[in-house]
């Protein structure tokens, strides 16, 4: 048998022995971009430090609190986190998104919620999005659950229950039923199972969440900072958003996200931030060099390719921070906006620090000597590194027809993996990327030229995953497009 060396060498990449980690890997051939290098070595720790000083100074973020003081809870914030964005580049276009929120659950009366975002306009409608909760909460007050005689019972878990210095670790169920399986019907009082639902509580008790979450807040004003100042004009518009209403269960984040999926709103993608500044777990464990992040699947699902991108883009610009890619949509019993973002079709993923120190969420002590400015910068940089790369990049192509079918078949052979995809405005150059369709992660890669398909002679599409990536002139890569097999019911 006499087969051409190229394709014995094409069989000997295709057959490679799957590896079960692949460690992201820089493209090869494509250098990293000066403009986005300095971009990333703009982020200021100092700033971030003052921005959260000045945050936590507002005493209370709560949803629920004084909106109409100057100084103190919720308004005087919000409205400080709009000038200062106002103030830090006139070319950042800064607004309230603004919703009324009628009473219902943990909004235990009919308020004014608003958002605060800041849009930095790029060449194409397409939408890139970071964000972190500027509200915050403090369920340790004591006081909260007087009168409760039922502390809350084994197996449901009360969000809250972790007072300062609580021994029940963190727990917190947003949208959760009160009672668990197997539970006797009809708990006594439902405060005691949930204290945001006691319309009684004090909402103006000091709550500083300066992790929980000024630092994914702080972090995207900062980015806001460097990326107007950049002075690099991107393809995509990017938007710096700080939300309200998460601890009450993603409200601001959902009212968002339902506006713009009805309004037809091109987001491509969303980093979600919270809790991200704190390098020392409450078991007194320290990581300071990784950073968490959450992708709702499936396996290949959009939101998953931008985890993917984002642990590749900052292998090459962060090498010094480790992208823990966590096949969750966020941890047990636990949720973040992004999952709102999630729940309406868009691609948003979380990041989350490596350590929490549950003791100190959601009470009167998660103030800023709990906070790691050089680890929360950090994570910045991760941020950064990902977001300009997509931005800078061609948008993904499409690896489906207008049926929502995948173009992945086997010709000419019959035996053959042939892909086809769209062309992406802007690209140069593709690149196809496959794996044995066991393995998590990309294990081959493969630059081809300005072509719209590529055919793999004798690769079984049904035994690999492809996917394809548009790649620009300076080498700047999309996040992939996977050809994912549809479901189907019959043989
Ligand atoms: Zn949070």
Same mark, same amino acid.
């Given at each position: ?137 403090n369920l340790g ?22 007072a300062p ?38 909402? %103006?008790? /000091?709550?500083? @969440?300066?992790?929980?979450? !000024?630092? #994914? *807040? &702080?972090? $995207? ?50 980093? %979600?931030? /919270?809790?991200? @500044?704190?390098?020392?777990? !409450?078991? #007194? *464990? &320290?990581? $300071? ?55 309406? @079709?868009?691609?948003?993923? !979380? ?9 100190k969420q959601h009470g009167p002590n998660d ?125």
């Amino acid at each position: 048998m006499k087969y051409p060396a190229l394709l014995v060498l094409l069989a000997a990449v295709l057959y490679a022995p799957a590896h079960a980690q692949a460690p992201a890997r820089p493209s090869p051939g494509a250098g990293l971009d000066p403009r986005i290098e300095k971009l990333i070595a703009s982020i200021s720790e100092e700033r971030l430090q003052q921005l959260l000083q000045k945050l936590v100074s507002f005493g209370t973020r709560n949803t629920l609190s004084d909106a109409t003081s100057p100084t103190r809870g919720i308004g005087a914030a919000r409205q400080w986190i709009f000038d200062e964005l106002k103030r830090t580049s006139p070319r950042l276009q800064v607004s309230f998104d603004t919703h009324q929120i009628p009473k219902a659950r943990r909004i235990t009366r009919d308020i004014e919620l608003r958002n605060v975002m800041a849009v930095l306009p790029g060449r194409s409608p397409r939408r890139i999005y970071v964000s972190g909760h500027y509200d915050s909460v403090n369920l340790g007050a004591r006081g909260q659950l007087a009168g409760n005689t039922r502390p809350p019972t084994e197996g449901v878990q009360a969000r809250g229950a972790q007072a300062p210095g609580g021994q029940r670790g963190e727990v917190q169920r947003p949208g959760a039923q009160a009672q668990a399986p197997g539970e006797p019907a009809a708990p006594p009082n439902p405060t005691a199972i949930d204290p945001q639902l006691n319309p009684n509580q004090d909402y %103006n008790v /000091d709550a500083p @969440g300066a992790n929980d979450d !000024g630092s #994914g *807040t &702080v972090l $995207s004003m900062e980015l806001a900072r460097v990326f107007a100042e950049s002075g690099i004009e991107f393809d995509a518009t990017l938007v710096f958003m700080t939300v309200a209403g998460e601890e009450q269960g993603l409200i601001g984040a959902a009212a968002y996200a339902k506006d713009a999926k009805a309004e037809n709103i091109p987001i491509q993608a969303w980093f %979600n931030n /919270d809790i991200v @500044g704190n390098s020392r777990g !409450g078991d #007194g *464990t &320290v990581d $300071s060099a990784t950073v968490r992040l959450y992708s709702v699947g499936p396996e290949d699902s959009p939101s998953r390719s931008l985890a993917q991108f984002t642990r590749r883009v900052a292998a090459q610009y962060v090498p010094s921070h480790g992208v823990r890619l966590i096949a969750r949509s966020d941890r047990f019993s636990r949720g973040g906006d992004h999952s709102a973002l999630n729940a309406q @079709g868009f691609a948003a993923i !979380g990041f989350r620090e490596s350590r929490e120190n549950y003791s100190k969420q959601h009470g009167p002590n998660d103030t800023l000597d709990g906070v790691d400015f050089r680890y929360l910068a950090q994570n910045a940089r991760v941020n950064a590194a990902a977001m300009a790369t997509l931005a800078l990049a061609p948008a993904p192509l499409d690896v489906t027809n207008a049926r929502g079918m995948p173009t992945i078949d086997r010709r000419p052979s019959g035996y053959d993996a042939h892909l086809r995809w769209t062309a992406s405005p802007g690209a140069a150059g593709y690149r196809i990327f496959w794996r044995n369709a066991w393995a998590p992660d990309w294990e081959h890669e493969l630059t081809v030229g300005n072509v719209t398909e590529y055919t793999f002679p004798h690769a079984n599409i049904d035994d690999w995953v492809f996917g394809v990536a548009a790649v620009d002139a300076a080498g700047h890569e999309s996040t992939v497009s996977v050809y994912v097999a549809p479901a189907r019911s019959d043989g």
